[in-house]
């Protein structure tokens, strides 16, 4: 019999030829890193204008120090004393800004002012995700990067980036996220990226408060009713909160047992410096959004900075300069933002027009005014360069010990929080320490000698150096007479 053959069921079908699957494209492609791209440029160019400035000694306050003392202390587990605000000075009793406790592991394993530098260098320039992103959303690609670099550019991020460090590097991105949700209608997250802002700064509260308003408003035309009581929920905890941390925690830890900058608001009258305020109001809105701003309710969120600015007796919160204006920037911008949809869908021709063009023309002004602002000096060479005569303090300074007593003023502050016990000149309250250093490039201290005798009358001074106008003087015994010279 013939063998038989196995039904067809049984019969291996015919295996196929493998066929290789198209090659992946990696190319690298920057279609939605924009935001993320923009904020890597940002840090570079922020770190390297806030730590050039240090590196050259050009610090102009002392809250870095102030801060680094802080920090220092909360990196080593102490209470957060500030003796550049007096012995004993809890820096609670300042300003209410436990969050800076976050880089108190950083500063641990990297002690230096410039870690802190560094840190807000990244923070400001985080803030530059949510901005570029809720504007590409919202404008499509070429206009909404060009808001976002607009917003990087923005003369309230380069001048506190360029002034000391300070808490407020902290808000700037939580604002941010949190307007970001707002425009997304995500309503609860946009309450929860908010709800920090009460660890960041006494008054961010109230301006925790004006967000939720704005998300209640929202939520409620757009059909979240539910949403409704939790935002307003959160406004109250915000009002109560920044109202129970004037009166009462910065009190509790403040030596005089009063808030100091509590005490500044109502201090000017409505006309005072009226002329610097109008100018102010005018930066915030026409550079940074052509006015267009106004039309978004979210714009309400600048009102509590603006008013505690402007009411305050010091002038120096009125205008434009140091750090203030750094958290209204993300409000504006995204308020900006908000509007410009709808506008360039209205029925007036000319405001369609305007509103088609205005990125650009706010990215053109932030391009202008940036080569009078601190990025603008990165084109210089000596940006990056350290003058002979700032090494030469720095080894002056260096011959101060670790775990010296100094009392100093700005410029040598910086060089020694990180490893000295150290005092704002004249605020020692009777302790003598172990050196004075401080800058007389002006020449405000005519007799150097009389000058420590002044300070100390019971101890008495040498003369340890003096370098491109820097006075370092050692206390000796009271019984001591020395005559060394200057070196």
């Not at 015919?14 to 492609?29: E, G, L, Q, T």
């Not at 791209?37 to 400035?53: E, T």
């Not at 309230?156 to 997304?184: K, Y």
């Not at 060479?381 to 010990?401: F, H, M, N, W």
Request: glycine content about 8%; some cysteine.
């Amino acid at each position: 019999m013939p063998p038989s053959t196995p039904p067809p069921a049984l019969i291996p079908a015919p295996v196929a030829a493998s066929v290789p699957p198209p090659p992946r494209d990696r190319r690298f492609s920057l279609v939605g890193r924009e935001p993320y791209v923009l904020a890597v440029v940002l840090f570079v160019a922020y770190a390297a204008v806030s730590v050039g400035r240090y590196l050259r000694m050009g610090t102009r306050s002392y809250d870095l120090g102030i801060y680094e003392q802080a920090i220092r202390a909360y990196a080593h587990f102490q209470a957060p004393i500030v003796e550049l605000k007096g012995p004993g000075y809890s820096v609670l009793g300042d300003h209410f800004s436990p969050v800076i406790m976050l880089l108190a592991p950083f500063y641990r394993v990297f002690p230096s002012p410039v870690t802190l530098l560094v840190i807000q260098a990244a923070l400001f320039a985080l803030s530059a995700v949510p901005v570029t992103r809720a504007a590409t959303r919202a404008l499509g690609r070429a206009r909404g990067l060009a808001l976002g670099v607009a917003y990087g550019l923005s003369w309230g991020l380069q001048n506190a980036v360029d002034f000391d460090f300070h808490e407020i590097c902290f808000a700037v991105p939580l604002i941010a996220f949190s307007l970001e949700a707002l425009l997304r209608r995500r309503w609860r997250a946009a309450l929860l990226w908010g709800l920090p802002l009460v660890l960041v700064k006494e008054d961010q509260g109230l301006t925790l408060a004006m967000i939720a308003v704005v998300v209640a408003l929202r939520a409620r035309r757009h059909g979240a009713s539910p949403v409704v009581p939790y935002a307003l929920g959160v406004a109250a905890f915000g009002a109560v909160a920044t109202l129970l941390t004037f009166t009462m925690i910065i009190p509790a830890f403040n030596t005089t047992g009063t808030s100091d900058y509590l005490s500044k608001v109502g201090g000017a009258g409505p006309l005072d410096g009226l002329d610097v305020k109008i100018r102010t109001v005018l930066w915030l809105l026409i550079p940074t959004s052509g006015l267009l701003a106004l039309r978004s309710p979210v714009l309400i969120a600048v009102l509590p900075t603006l008013g505690w600015r402007f009411v305050s007796s010091d002038d120096n919160y009125w205008g434009t300069a140091w750090h203030y204006s750094a958290v209204l920037m993300p409000i504006i911008t995204l308020a900006l933002v908000d509007v410009l949809p709808a506008a360039r869908h209205s029925s007036r021709p000319w405001l369609r027009s305007y509103a088609l063009h205005l990125p650009a023309a706010v990215l053109a002004a932030s391009l202008a005014l940036t080569t009078a602002l601190p990025l603008g000096n990165l084109t210089k060479a000596d940006a990056y360069r350290v003058p002979d005569g700032v090494k030469a303090v720095e080894k002056l300074i260096g011959t101060i010990p670790d775990g010296s007593t100094v009392e100093s003023n700005i410029g040598p502050i910086a060089r020694l929080t990180s490893r000295c016990r150290v005092f704002w000149i004249g605020r020692t309250k009777g302790l003598a320490p172990d050196y004075i250093v401080f800058n007389n490039n002006s020449g405000w201290v005519k007799d150097v000698p009389g000058f420590a005798r002044q300070l100390h009358p019971r101890d008495t001074y040498v003369l340890r150096g003096v370098i491109q106008g820097y006075v370092l003087l050692k206390r000796t015994s009271p019984a001591t007479k020395s005559t060394s010279t200057p070196s």
